[in-house]
């Protein structure tokens, strides 16, 4: 079993609609990052949380540590959005590593 | 735009060849990693430089051999790569010395092994 587990996989939208991705791990961890990965390769990071909620433009992240369960809301979706949606986690005993899920393919449509 | 620039974007080689491939950020940044990346999977780390020292090498195979030449620069010299070596090489930066530093991504550089 991995120890970053993402859904949905896929998931596709009508543009505007209200956008989740969740995020599961089974360890202890030190940070959690939301990155942003378009068909063309490179990688944004949207968010870095160790604890709350953060918000930046239409995206908001969620974290509950106690449940080991992050959330990526995309509110009005656009097609622009299309990309892939990768949580990745910072192990408390790892140092600067991070431990990728694999990643959820978000399609929206106009 | 990336802070993070890699060079060049596409590679084809053969498997005799020797390349490499260049990382720069102006950021201050004192870790480096190298990553690859299969199409559809997550990155997977190879390499981390911290303050111009190898710090996490990923068992990688010898034909990889990374080198930071000073704080700026990252490079991944190539030589006698296999088919399966084609994929995303990714380079990311980050702080080094604060707790929970996001990395910066760059756009990568997509390598073609003939």
């Known amino acids: 079993k991995n120890e970053v587990e993402q859904s949905p996989q896929n998931l596709t939208a009508q543009e505007g609609e209200f956008i989740t991705i969740n995020c599961s791990y089974s360890v202890g961890i030190s940070a959690l990052h939301w990155l942003q990965q378009h068909p063309g390769g490179g990688i944004v990071s949207l968010f870095m949380l160790s604890s709350g909620k953060k918000k930046h433009g239409r995206l908001i992240a969620t974290i509950n540590i106690q449940e080991k369960h992050s959330s990526l809301h995309i509110t009005a979706s656009h097609p622009r959005d299309s990309a892939v949606y990768i949580c990745?986690?910072?192990?408390?005993?790892?140092?600067?590593?991070?431990?990728f899920g694999e990643g959820t393919q978000l399609t929206v449509n106009p | 735009d990336t802070e993070v620039t890699q060079t060049p974007k596409h590679l084809v080689m053969g498997m005799t060849n020797k390349k490499s491939l260049k990382c720069e950020q102006h950021m201050g940044h004192r870790a480096m990693y190298w990553y690859k990346q299969k199409a559809k999977k997550p990155p997977e780390l190879m390499f981390v430089y911290s303050y111009e020292k190898l710090s996490i090498n990923e068992s990688v195979p010898s034909r990889f051999s990374p080198e930071c030449p000073n704080s700026s620069l990252l490079n991944l010299h190539l030589h006698a790569l296999q088919p399966e070596d084609s994929a995303l090489y990714l380079c990311?930066?980050?702080?080094?010395?604060?707790?929970?530093?996001?990395?910066?991504f760059g756009d990568g550089t997509r390598l073609s092994i003939l």
């Open positions: 990311a930066s980050s702080r080094l010395g604060l707790q929970n530093q996001p990395q910066h």
């Open positions: 990745a986690v910072r192990k408390e005993t790892s140092g600067s590593r991070l431990t």
